[in-house]
């Protein structure tokens, strides 16, 4: 039952993730853009020149609110990943409960040797 509510809630996180996928590439270029007008603005020497970068930092800033649901996506990704997390915990956990259970020598040394194989 737990895997399953973990998998129902990491689904429901993939589609509002795939929702806000437009509004968090539209932030990220956003705050990029901010931080190229901001480099512009302090390179400026006129007083005109550090005005029109001004406008223009405003008007991008506008669309970085704007785009504010991308918050959401974002929280939407750190559910997907603490899923995951805890899905591969209890994974591990139920390896290292099923290889306690084998007693057999030989089966834990292939195991083993399968692992010295892989690195």
Same mark, same amino acid.
């Given at each position: #039952?737990? =895997? $399953? #509510? /973990? $998998?129902?809630?990491? @689904?429901?996180? @993939? ?8 509004? #968090? ?8 853009? /901010?931080?190229?007008? %901001?480099?512009? %603005?302090? &390179? ?14 405003? @008007?991008? @800033? ?22 995951? &997390? ?14 306690? =259970? ?13 692992? #010295?194989?892989?690195?």
């Amino acid at each position: #039952m737990k =895997k $399953f #509510m /973990l $998998f129902i809630i990491g @689904l429901i996180a @993939l589609f509002v993730l795939l929702a806000n996928l437009g509004p #968090m590439v539209l932030l990220g270029v956003s705050v990029w853009l /901010l931080y190229v007008v %901001f480099k512009q %603005f302090i &390179k400026s020497d006129s007083t005109a020149g550090k005005i029109g970068w001004v406008i223009a930092g405003l @008007l991008i @800033l506008s669309i970085a609110v704007a785009n504010g649901y991308a918050v959401i996506g974002l929280a939407a990704a750190y559910v997907l990943y603490v899923i995951y &997390k805890k899905w591969q915990e209890d994974k591990l956990e139920e390896d290292v409960s099923f290889s306690a =259970k084998q007693d057999d020598p030989f089966t834990n040394f292939e195991k083993q040797w399968a692992e #010295m194989k892989n690195y």
